[in-house]
């Protein structure tokens, strides 16, 4: 794991270098002072005109103390960096409103100056807060990972060696309820396996010799010997958390509208401003002090404080909002991003489906007491530890309970005597001769995605279930309303081609990918970027972690595994996928949003910058209008806090 922690570390410092993007982890420190420095400024507005000089004193410490932080370490430090490594002039706005701060002092406008740094740190910290940049770690990945394994020593005793220590060929006993700890083949005994960590399928798998087994997987009642046929480097679950990091460590966020134009407008405006203050004298016959003014007063008119503030309050009345609705984003860009996804890929198991088998249909041979035959089959299966047990005992209830003997042969079933007579409940392969009418409901329902299982008596079968994962109640309005949308769906899930056909038929799906690996999803999702530009992924298991990390906009299931949550960018709480296509909605009106107040901020800049050339205002107006539009914008913001309905 060194390795890979030290491969993580170079790939974000590589990141971090090429993406603009900073880790802005302020700490406490800088928010104390900003703090400080806005209760100065509150307390220096209500003295007297009298303590002049204490005023302009606490103005000037409230400018430093809020300032210093954004305007040193981010403003200054940034543009250093930037331009070192791009080997031209790169400023931000930090620059700019850090330039116009000190221009307002220097005029003795320094309740200006204070508050231009206040509003403009002020929306610095909250837009870092609400952007809540997602730092997932792999944490709870790391928890599943087995680390001891019973192996078998050469005189037949086991001992608890620690899962680095095995190498390939080692024999290794795996308990009921054990955790298999690394991938290989058994041996001899059978069980049940849960393998939904690795495939995501629901029902668990039934192994007996020269079967594989994962690392990570749940091992049911049964107790078996395994050979381990690979290193824990190389296992199916190590793959998955490698793919879960790298693709981690790979994925940058799309830079803002703002910071793409930012260095681009500091650099116009500073050169604007030195041409003012070095033409006014030679073309207007301007003083030197009153072109100094002019330029200040320009500088003043031209920092962006409203399009510094534009997103925050859109951000923070959106988030806040969806929190409300149980959608929990940890970042506004990645709501910003749902509301322009071409594509959306979803998992099957516990996301589009409640993630059990539910009992769909049954018949009964007109031959037998339907009521007899019930009451054998909730005693047969009352015995069982299995997730097709509680689905018929979910679906039936017994008249009586009857006393029978349950013997579970993995490949035949569940088997049992009653008042002298063999019953068995068993998959259909495991049945040597059916009738014609049983074949045919089997063929039927399987193509149908359902799993299927006889009920025997003397080996004559009498009765027939089928059991499906059935999808949840929002999956169809919430896939019909992403087709409206001209998004493309696909369904993506390790069960059979016939399983996800036929959920997506029911549901409307347009394009379905089976049979698929924790990393083919990986892949399938890079692909599906290519053919139709952002696309997001919604999933709940470990299996899905590293599509959630590989998509523009990772969804996880509320209900889901620790993992997937940890990994994803939005949250939907309840397993309630209408609460993805709310998100969706408010979204895309977060953008409408945030665009009308870039616009109307850069107006006010324009209409400041031209009456500022005519001189036709000073710096006190400037700052008036700059809280004006400063206010416009947040009040517009503000309105996302009930935007849509309740769920």
Known sequence: MENSHEGRKQSQEKNHEESHEHD????????????????????????????????????????????????????????????????????????????????????????????????????????????????????????????TARRLTSDGNTEVVDVKELEIGDHLKVLNGDQVPIDGIIL???????????????????????????????????????????????????????????????????????????????????????????????LLDWTWGQSIYRGLVLLVAASPCALAAATVSVTLSTTSNLAKKGVLSKGSSYLSNLAKIKAIAFDKTGTLTHGKPEVTNHYFSDSVNEDDLIDIIVSLEKKANHPLADAILRKFEAKQLLEIEVTNQIGKGLTGMYEGKNYRIGKPTSFETVSAEYSKLNTDWATQGKTVVYVAEEEKVIGILALMDTPSEHAKTTIDYFKKQGVHTTLITGDSKMTGEAVARELGIDEVIANVLPEDKSVII????????????????????????????????????????????????????????QAHIISTQMNRVTWQNILFSMAVVVFLVTISLLGLTDISLSVILHEGSTLVVILNGLRLLKYGKSA
């Not at 001899?188 to 087994?213: Q, R």
């Not at 590293?546 to 993992?563: E, N, Q, W």
């Open 24 to 147: 802005h982890n302020h700490g406490k420190g800088p928010i104390v002072f900003y703090l400080i420095g806005l209760s100065l400024y509150i307390g220096a507005l209500f003295l007297s005109n009298e303590n002049v000089f204490l005023t302009n004193l606490l103005f000037l410490t409230a400018l430093i103390l809020a300032g210093y932080h954004v305007i040193l370490n981010e403003g200054i430090a940034e543009t250093i960096e930037n331009t070192k490594r791009a080997k031209k002039f790169i400023p931000n706005s930090h620059i700019l409103m850090g330039l116009a701060a000190i221009g307002a002092s220097l005029l003795g406008e320094f309740n200006e100056g204070a508050l231009l740094i206040l509003i403009f740190s002020g929306a610095h910290f909250l837009e870092d807060y609400a952007e809540g940049r997602s730092k997932s770690e792999i944490s709870s990945l790391l928890k599943m990972n087995p680390t």
């Open 526 to 581: 890079n692909k599906q970027k290519e053919k139709y530009g952002m696309i997001a992924m919604v999933g709940d298991g470990v299996n899905d972690a590293p599509a959630l990390v590989s998509a523009d906009v990772g969804i996880a299931m509320g209900d889901g595994t620790d993992v997937a949550v940890e990994v994803s960018d939005l949250v939907i709480m309840q397993n309630n996928l209408s609460k993805l296509v």
């Open 188 to 282: 001899s005994g059978s069980t049940s396996i849960d393998e939904s960590s690795i495939s995501g399928e629901s029902i668990p798998k039934e192994k007996t010799k020269d079967d594989e087994v994962f690392a990570s997987t749940i091992n049911g009642a049964g107790t078996f010997t395994m050979e381990v046929t690979k290193t824990t480097k190389n296992t199916v679950f190590s793959k998955i958390l490698e793919l879960v990091n790298q693709n981690q460590n790979n994925r940058t966020k799309a830079a803002s509208i703002i910071q793409t134009f930012e260095p681009k407008y500091v650099n116009v405006v500073l050169l604007l401003v030195l041409l003012v203050i070095l033409l006014g004298p030679i």
